[in-house]
């Protein structure tokens, strides 16, 4: 098991930025991705990026490319969201998650371990 806790959301501006942190404990060995997913109100979860932990390779979903960059500390056992020129639309709660599945860094039920979440809003 990995236990993860998120840090660093808030409510900015549009145009704004935010930092996360998610901080890592437990069987981190066998991680093959971490990232972020966000929830918003009557929406499914999505995938925002992730981190191939070993390789420290880096996956981003179209909608927040050359706005959000997500950045790993193997030593440390973390992981940073820098969200920078946010938008209303990226309203939402936002998860740290950890796999130990190669088949889709995408999918969310390929994450066994999930943070506990935190609040991001952006005012227009």
């Known amino acids: 098991q990995v236990q993860l806790v998120e840090s660093g959301g808030g409510l900015v501006q549009a145009g704004g930025s935010l930092r996360l942190s998610c901080a890592a404990s437990?069987?981190?060995?066998?991680?093959?991705?971490m990232g972020w997913f966000r929830q918003a109100p009557g929406k499914e979860r999505e995938f925002v990026a992730a981190r191939t932990w070993k390789s420290g390779n880096t996956h981003y979903a179209d909608s927040v490319k050359g706005r959000f960059t997500i950045s790993g500390d193997n030593a440390r056992n973390t992981i940073d969201l820098q969200m920078d020129n946010l938008k209303p639309e990226d309203t939402a709660v936002y998860y740290c998650a950890a796999s130990r599945s190669w088949y889709s860094v995408k999918r969310s039920s390929e994450y066994q371990n999930w943070g506990q979440g935190t609040q991001v809003t952006v005012s227009s």
């Open positions: 437990g069987r981190i060995s066998g991680t093959s991705f």
